[in-house]
């Protein structure tokens, strides 16, 4: 009703301007006043007083606990290994089998936390200062942008506010939900260079300021930065202008060059165990089109669960710009209002095109579009406010004409104000459940919860071995506790299961997800995956087969067994057919109690070859295997290499129970072994024959890495220097004629 009643009210104003007070052309000739710095500055103090209630989620001011929730943990877990070992290994260990660094997951907001962590910072004061700033440096960037653009200050003021005090549907759409609900560090951080991205492709003068948005907007978050690229060129190409199209798509190609050069080499060794779980849903997908109906009619989108006042704005603002569409700017906005709105729902059709589909979510996910229509929105408000008052300067009526600026200004500001008791309550919510310990007995008692913590923290810093396992995914107690007081930084040993990051290594995260510890079998499960301890909440003193009890407190208990990163076995069975049917089959019979069980056996091995067509599954003669003697000692596992010793009468394949990537190299006694081969659900083994021998495991990035980076960058310096000759391209491009 409020979106209609506003609407109306927009008709009926511009039908009076157009019809009764309008003087033809002078309105469209009237030149822009270039602001004060006054006024841009206190435009800018309006925008920082807007951003109070987000103090109260400070530590620093609010003297609140210093926590993590949602993905802050496993971003902290990651960076703390970086702050530690560096980078020059290239390798992460500290969730499953590892990962890459770079590759597949971006990483400046590793970097930046690592960087905190070097000089002092704790994981947790490092991840809310990044966070913090970053969500505070939102609505900053935008409102600069639209001063750029021409906006003026009070309008850019107050399409800026709609960023800070938007409630949005879901944590992935926006707001101060992104990183103090969900914890996603890497787009909280992402947005602002997003925006930059966009502002200097615009409006940038100095030739060297999108080359270094660019890079830094695509280490942030490659999947926000192509969709808001491509909700960027599809906004100019509505303009019609050859300059701002050709502007596009010059910081587009470098944008473009930045991100393969970073991810290139990563998205072509997407082999097995990468890719995401089966089991993610819209997290993979985005939201269906029926979402829309809840977004627009209910308002739920940008108002979820108050009156939707900024719906309504922002409703009335497109209506404006559809009335004014004759000018270029108002088209663009239009057309990638529409174009972000389509492509935030398309995953799931996508998802049915076949390989062409499967391409395209490689790169642009629906979920990542979601996060452009929030500023999307600001932007247009603001500028539909300075079309409005514009139009009304225009009009006869000399009183209208003065006070239009003002007026809009307190009229916008005033219902954007009914929207602020919200984010009030919001923060306040957050607030509380951030000073509320969670129980870290599995028992429900929080009278001792530091204490308890501390227990677990201690239990789990002095582990060595094979990794550490308890169910992420329940939303239980005991994984609020660990959430809440950041236990896995302070792990011995690396986790082997992953809620968030490390998630992306999708087979052996859905692996872990089906270990069963309280079923038969799941030590030998466990030995498999690499598993040595697991953290459960039972109240029962039965002993579990094949575990020892290590620790307990209260209901929690701490299980064992002697099981390392490196274990024994004959390869039995071979898979043999295409990447996409080995993945299939692989997450089908993880998913399948049985078919598990023989799976993951960790003396009966399966190897999986690489072909055309469906899975083909073949007997392996033993060839002497024998791994009943096999004897594995003095295993060391360092940041980059694994280092072993192995006894065994016959001969035998010794599995590292680390992710299968191309870069790994295995020495026997010094002397290059054969490339190694992939066993499920996504390690690698070699053939040791007997004897004693000493092994040793390395890995590194992709060949030729720092080469491809480096040459992206002269590449992009390369197209900064010749700023200017993009209007050489403007030349071939037609060019929509200025109305008249």
């Known amino acids: 009703m409020l979106a209609g009643l506003l609407c109306t009210v927009v008709l009926m104003g511009l039908w009076f301007v157009r019809h009764v007070g309008a003087r033809g052309k002078q309105c469209g000739a009237m030149a822009q006043p270039v602001p004060s710095v006054s006024h841009v500055w206190l435009g800018c103090a309006g925008v920082l007083i807007a951003e109070l209630p987000l103090l109260r989620l400070t530590p620093w001011i609010s003297g609140l606990p210093f926590v993590f929730w949602g993905d802050t943990q496993s971003h902290a877990r990651v960076a703390a290994e970086l702050a530690q070992h560096g980078i020059g290994h290239g390798w992460i260990q500290s969730y499953l089998g590892g990962f890459p660094f770079g590759h597949h997951y971006p990483p400046l907001g590793w970097l930046v936390l690592a960087a905190e962590m070097r000089a002092g910072l704790d994981p947790a004061a490092s991840v809310n200062l990044l966070g913090f700033g970053a969500t505070l440096a939102l609505p900053l960037v935008l409102y600069l942008g639209l001063i750029r653009g021409g906006v003026r200050p009070s309008f850019a003021c107050v399409g800026s506010l709609l960023a800070c005090w938007v409630s949005p549907y879901n944590a992935f759409v926006g707001g101060y939900d992104t990183f103090f609900t969900a914890g996603l560090v890497s787009q909280v951080l992402a947005m602002p260079l997003v925006l930059w991205l966009v502002s200097a492709a615009l409006f940038g003068k100095h030739r060297w300021e999108a080359p270094l948005a660019a890079w830094l907007a695509m280490s942030s978050h490659p999947q926000v930065t192509v969709a808001a690229l491509i909700v960027l060129g599809i906004g100019s190409v509505a303009t019609g202008q050859r300059r701002v199209i050709a502007s596009v798509a010059w910081t587009s190609a470098m944008a473009l060059l930045a991100g393969a050069a970073l991810y290139g080499q990563g998205i072509a060794s997407l082999d097995i165990p990468f890719g995401w779980p089966p089991n993610l849903g819209w997290r993979q997908f985005g939201f269906p089109p029926s979402r829309l109906r809840w977004w627009f009619e209910d308002g739920d989108l940008l108002d979820f669960e108050r009156a939707p006042v900024m719906t309504a704005l922002v409703a009335a603002s497109i209506l404006i710009l559809l009335l004014d569409s004759r000018r270029a700017s108002s088209r663009a906005l239009c057309a990638a209002s529409m174009a972000t709105v389509v492509l935030s729902v398309s995953g799931w059709w996508l998802r049915e095109q076949g390989r062409l589909g499967a391409l395209l979510l490689s790169f642009l996910q629906p979920l990542r579009v979601v996060s452009l229509i929030v500023p999307l929105a600001s932007v247009v408000l603001a500028v539909a406010i300075e079309r409005a008052v514009r139009t009304l300067a225009g009009t006869r009526h000399g009183l209208i004409a003065r006070h239009a600026p003002v007026g809009f200004t307190l009229l916008v500001l005033a219902l954007e104000a009914v929207a602020l008791p919200s984010r009030w309550q919001y923060t306040g919510r957050v607030a509380e459940a951030m000073s509320r310990a969670p129980s870290c007995r599995g028992d429900g008692d929080t009278s001792e919860a530091a204490a308890d913590a501390e227990d677990l923290r201690a239990s789990v810093t002095a582990l060595g071995g094979g990794r550490l396992w308890y169910e992420a995914h329940a939303g239980t107690e005991l994984s609020r506790c660990i959430a809440h ?132 599954e073949s007997a392996v003669p033993h060839a002497g295997c024998d791994a009943s003697a096999a004897m594995i000692e003095d295993v060391e596992l360092h940041p980059d290499s694994i280092s072993v010793r192995v006894q065994s009468p016959a001969a035998v394949d010794i599995v590292f129970r680390m992710t299968a990537f191309p870069t790994w190299r295995v020495l026997i006694d010094g002397a290059a072994a054969p490339m190694p081969s992939v066993i499920a659900p996504g390690f690698f083994a070699v053939r040791v024959p007997p004897g004693r021998h000493a092994l040793s495991a390395s890995v590194s990035l992709l060949p030729r890495y720092a080469a491809w980076v480096a040459l992206a960058v002269v590449a992009t310096m390369g197209l900064a220097a010749c700023r200017g000759r993009e209007l050489r391209l403007a030349r071939l491009i037609p060019s929509r004629p200025r109305p008249r």
């Open 485 to 616: 007081y950041g236990i896995e930084i302070s792990s011995g040993v690396p986790v082997g299961t992953a809620a968030s990051v490390g998630a992306h290594v999708g087979v052996l995260a859905f692996a872990a997800q089906k270990l069963r510890p309280l079923h038969a079998g799941s030590a030998r499960r466990a030995e498999a995956l690499g598993i040595g301890y697991l953290l459960l909440e039972r109240a029962e003193s039965a002993p579990l087969d094949g575990w020892a009890l290590r620790h307990q407190r209260g209901a929690l208990q701490q299980w064992s067994q002697p099981t390392g990163i490196v274990g024994a076995g004959c390869i039995e069975r071979r898979w043999r057919g295409g990447r996409d049917a080995i993945r299939k089959q692989l997450i089908q019979q993880l998913g399948d109690p049985a078919a598990a069980d023989r799976l993951l056996d960790p003396r009966t091995l399966t190897t999986l070859d690489y072909s055309e067509g469906p899975v083909v």
